[in-house]
Nanobody, 113 residues
Framework: QVRLVESGGGVVRPGGSLRLSCAAS????????MGWYRQASGIKRELVAS???????DYGYFAKGRFRISRDNAKNTVELQMNGLEAEGSDVYYC???????WGQGTQVTVSS
């Protein structure tokens, strides 16, 4: 059974950057499309960025021009580089295997001065 573990969240000042990482424990990781989502309390999870098994990237409106998703199939990881964070970026961020209900536990990002 696959397990997803996120890391890299924390507190950052407005305009700052964070790099989130998601480690997957599955031998077929390189066949999965992966996504990063964010969720504020009581609100539906929103897609931030996704990357296919062929490394094709896609971004939600919130991420375009500021964030970059990448993956390393040799390490079974998918990362999200977040630049130019502002207060509205304060959420819990989750990684997911696209098309499944396999989610990580989430990592909190707080943007505050």
């Amino acid at each position: 059974q696959v397990r997803l573990v996120e890391s890299g969240g924390g507190v950052v000042r407005p305009g700052g950057s964070l790099r989130l990482s998601c480690a997957a424990s599955h031998y077929r990781f390189d066949t999965f499309a992966m996504g990063w989502y964010r969720q504020a309390s009581g609100i539906k999870r929103e897609l931030v960025a996704s990357i296919s098994h062929l490394h094709i990237e896609d971004y939600g409106y919130f991420a375009k021009g500021r964030f970059r998703i990448s993956r390393d199939n040799a390490k079974n990881t998918v990362e999200l580089q977040m630049n130019g964070l502002e207060a509205e970026g304060s959420d819990v961020y989750y990684c997911r295997i696209i098309g499944t209900e396999k989610w990580g536990q989430g990592t909190q990002v707080t943007v505050s001065s």
